[in-house]
């Protein structure tokens, strides 16, 4: 199945931005392919306002998410890769959704680590194993 991630941040986007609020993004600054200037990282972490307002040209893909930013008064196009976002939030008042880090790709991760897998396709669906849902608190 695809990534949940960037479903819920189109969706938590929205209804910060319908709520009122300025919606903001925590961004892992560590995570490869992230494109941000690096007078906007602090402790490892990037903080942006992507409120409509704020930014232009404002796209959540499957994998990255696109925008163009002011940073001092100077525009900058930024590249987020979904799966670094550790937060998005209102930032009036906090609320929004925080994710589970997720482990960077490796340099052996991508369609070459695929080629010991079936390379027939998809004939017959993966076994089964135990579940993959957890219990949220």
Partial sequence: MRSQRP????????WIVDSGCTPHLLVDADWPGLIVPSSAISDGRVVLNIA???VRDFLIGEAEIE???????VPHSVVIP??????IYARENGAG???ESAEPPSADSGPES?????????????PRGG???RVVK
């Fill in 7 to 14: 479903y819920l941040l189109r969706a938590l986007y929205e």
């Fill in 52 to 54: 409509p307002e704020a």
């Fill in 67 to 73: 925008v163009q930013c002011r940073f001092a008064g």
């Fill in 82 to 87: 979904v799966d670094g976002v550790l937060a």
């Fill in 97 to 99: 959704m925080a994710f």
């Fill in 114 to 126: 695929d080629a010991a897998g079936d390379p027939g396709g998809d004939d017959e669906p993966p």
């Fill in 131 to 133: 579940g993959h849902l």
